[in-house]
C-alpha cells in the first residue's frame, strides 16, 4: 500500500510545478527556454506517474471492497482518470515535440488557454483526491486496524 505521505509529497509538487509553469509561460518569451521546458516535462511525467498510482494502489484496493458505495467511487475515479489521461494526451501532442524536448507554440493565447484549463483539471481531481479518496482508504485502514 503506498504511503500517504508519498501522496501528498507528490499532489505538493505537482501544484508547485504547475504554478511554476502557467506563471513562466504567461510570458511568450519565457516559452522557448530550457527551464520551461524542463519544467513542463518534469510536470507532465508526475502527473501522469500520479495518475498512475492512484489507480492502481487506491482505486484498484477500493475497488475490491464489498461496500457497494465505495466501489462506485473508486470506479467513477477511474472513469475520470481515463478521461484526463486522454486530455492531457492529447495537450502534451498538441503543444510539445517530446522528441526534441521542446514546446511547440504557434498561437500563445490558445496555449495559455489549454495550459490553463488542462491544469485547473489536474488540480481538481487532485483536490478530489484528497477529500473523497483519501478519507475511504484511511476509513478502510482504521477499520482493518479495529478487526485484527
Same mark, same amino acid.
Given at each position: 500500500?503506498?504511503a500517504?505521505a508519498?501522496?501528498?509529497?507528490?499532489n505538493?509538487?505537482i501544484?508547485?510545478? *504547475?504554478?511554476?509553469?502557467?506563471?513562466l509561460v504567461?510570458?511568450?518569451?519565457m516559452?522557448?527556454?530550457d527551464v520551461a521546458?524542463d519544467?513542463f516535462?518534469?510536470l507532465?511525467?508526475?502527473v501522469?506517474?500520479?495518475m498512475?498510482?492512484?489507480?492502481?494502489e487506491i482505486?484498484?484496493?477500493?475497488?475490491s471492497?464489498?461496500?457497494?458505495?465505495v466501489?462506485?467511487t473508486a470506479?467513477r475515479?477511474?472513469?475520470? *482518470?481515463?478521461e484526463i489521461?486522454?486530455?492531457?494526451?492529447s495537450?502534451?501532442k498538441?503543444?510539445?515535440?517530446?522528441?526534441?524536448?521542446a514546446l511547440t507554440?504557434s498561437?500563445?493565447?490558445?496555449f495559455?488557454r489549454?495550459t490553463?484549463?488542462m491544469?485547473a483539471?489536474?488540480?481538481d481531481?487532485?483536490?478530489?483526491?484528497?477529500?473523497h479518496?483519501?478519507?475511504?482508504?484511511?476509513k478502510l485502514?482504521?477499520?482493518?486496524?479495529?478487526v485484527a
Amino acid at each position: 500500500m503506498v504511503a500517504f505521505a508519498q501522496l501528498h509529497a507528490q499532489n505538493h509538487k505537482i501544484t508547485e510545478l *504547475s504554478n511554476v509553469f502557467l506563471y513562466l509561460v504567461r510570458e511568450r518569451s519565457m516559452c522557448d527556454t530550457d527551464v520551461a521546458c524542463d519544467v513542463f516535462f518534469d510536470l507532465t511525467n508526475r502527473v501522469k506517474e500520479h495518475m498512475e498510482l492512484v489507480d492502481r494502489e487506491i482505486c484498484g484496493r477500493l475497488i475490491s471492497v464489498p461496500d457497494q458505495s465505495v466501489k462506485n467511487t473508486a470506479n467513477r475515479f477511474l472513469s475520470g *482518470s481515463t478521461e484526463i489521461k486522454r486530455i492531457f494526451a492529447s495537450y502534451v501532442k498538441e503543444w510539445c515535440s517530446q522528441k526534441r524536448h521542446a514546446l511547440t507554440i504557434s498561437d500563445h493565447s490558445a496555449f495559455l488557454r489549454d495550459t490553463e484549463q488542462m491544469f485547473a483539471l489536474v488540480m481538481d481531481r487532485l483536490q478530489r483526491e484528497t477529500e473523497h479518496l483519501y478519507p475511504l482508504i484511511r476509513k478502510l485502514d482504521d477499520s482493518d486496524k479495529q478487526v485484527a
